[in-house]
């Protein structure tokens, strides 16, 4: 089955620092790609997909490339905004009989002022 | 178009009670998820459906959780009788189809807090 390792957290950086968390991922076939976030008190919001190899998933400023030959799934930002302060999750989505997202354990991103 | 709906958003209930949490997924998606989030577990899938079928309840806990999928617009999961390890908060999620295009997106709901005391 799918399995997921993001880097340990909290991150914490200051405003404007550049972002990189780190996702690799385990899984059968050729699986999508997922970033998640999640602000405090609030439910999961997707950030940005990949589909397959080499596609570059991007939002609000978060960028994510789909690289095969590492299974990796990194995630980064330029520059941070305190309000980018939350919670982030990488999931792979499996091509299998078992269409469900397995999720990371989660990386906190505390931005300071 | 309204995203996936859940209720109640807050509960608090004594253990032995009997808590349903309900669902609605988006309009015309097929597959609905229930999540569990807690401190010390994460995120976990309990169940999931695909047209309204249960296909993969490996998950569920033990025998005091439950879910039904009676049509494609309603979902509920209930706990029975329900104990203060279950305090969590439960998210129900929704996607368009299962085993087509594997770039399909998984919507989630804001989820229903739960506290058993």
């Known amino acids: 089955g799918n399995s997921v390792t993001q880097m340990e957290g909290p991150v914490t950086l200051s405003e404007e620092a550049f972002l990189t968390i780190n996702c690799t991922y385990t899984?059968?076939?050729?699986?999508?790609l997922f970033w998640y976030v999640q602000y405090p008190g609030e439910g999961l919001q997707l950030l940005l997909k990949?589909?397959?190899?080499?596609d570059k998933g991007s939002n609000k400023g978060f960028e994510a490339t789909y690289r095969k030959e590492t299974t990796s799934f990194h995630l980064e930002k330029g520059s941070v905004q305190v309000s980018d302060s939350a919670v982030y999750f990488c999931?792979?989505?499996?091509?299998?009989?078992?269409?469900?997202?397995?999720f990371g354990s989660g990386t906190r991103l505390l931005v300071r002022p | 178009d309204a995203g996936v709906i859940q209720s109640p958003r807050h509960e608090v209930t004594e253990m032995g009670q009997e808590v349903t949490l309900r669902c609605k997924p988006i309009s015309g998606h097929n597959s609905l998820f229930w999540y569990r989030q807690t401190m010390m577990r994460g995120l976990e899938l309990l169940i999931y459906?695909?047209?309204?079928?249960?296909?993969?309840d490996s998950g569920m806990p033990e025998d005091r959780f439950s879910a039904k999928m009676p049509n494609a617009s309603f979902s509920t999961l209930k706990i029975q009788p329900s104990e203060p390890r279950d305090s969590a908060v439960y998210f129900c999620a929704s996607s368009s189809t299962i085993g087509g295009d594997s770039g399909n997106t998984i919507y989630f709901g804001e989820g229903s807090w739960l506290t058993v005391v």
């Open positions: 999931a792979p989505l499996g091509t299998d009989s078992s269409y469900k997202l397995i």
């Open positions: 990949a589909t397959k190899a080499d």
């Open positions: 459906f695909n047209n309204n079928v249960p296909i993969d």
């Open positions: 899984a059968t076939g050729y699986p999508s």
